[in-house]
């Protein structure tokens, strides 16, 4: 008996994973537009996408770093800079998919990403989390203020300098109109 013959479609593949993307732009757009406060005129969908991906980043952190540091008993250092790492690696590949939808080589932006992560580690996750527990501020409001810190750092570095290939933020229905139409510069014609 002949078996069947069988191709694979990668472009089957390709178009669902490109639809998938546009399903995450045109949600992340959907709830720009009902943010209150005139908010919607000056926040970005790219914003409201890196807020959402990387909260999620953030409990896999926890996470990990509890099954390192309680369940592993490894020292808090290892713990944390495992647990930080890896969740930023996760961050980086959502982003790149999902909300910056980059197309750009990856052995260009990577080092980069490894840059601003380590830049951001040791600023706001040693740094100022450790300068401010030492002016007298409780150590879980000064990793609160230094994570808020880093939540503004980071996305300014992704959007303008790791993922700068990339029109972030525009509305994949309307073009370059409504929120985030300035991230886009249009070329003249």
Not at 145 to 174: H, K, N, S
């Amino acid at each position: 008996m002949r078996r069947p013959v069988t191709v694979a479609c990668w472009g089957g593949r390709q178009n669902r994973d490109v639809a998938q993307r546009a399903r995450f732009a045109a949600a992340m757009t959907a709830i720009t537009r009902r943010l209150p406060f005139g908010l919607s005129e000056v926040v970005a969908p790219s914003l409201v996408g890196y807020l959402l991906i990387n909260l999620c980043t953030f409990f896999v952190d926890l996470g990990l770093l509890a099954v390192f540091h309680g369940t592993l008993r490894w020292p808090i250092p290892a713990a944390v800079t495992l647990s930080y790492g890896s969740a930023s690696i996760l961050s980086y590949v959502l982003n790149r998919v999902l909300n910056f939808r980059s197309h750009a080589d990856v052995g260009r932006q990577f080092p980069l990403f490894a840059a601003v992560s380590a830049s951001n580690y040791l600023i706001f996750v040693l740094g100022l989390t450790d300068l401010l527990s030492v002016i007298g501020v409780y150590y879980e409001l000064s990793r609160v203020i230094a994570a808020c810190c880093e939540a503004v750092y980071l996305y300014c570095m992704m959007r303008w300098v790791v993922f700068r290939d990339t029109g972030a933020g525009q509305d994949p229905e309307a073009g370059a109109t409504g929120a985030g139409a300035t991230e886009t510069s249009a070329a003249p014609r």
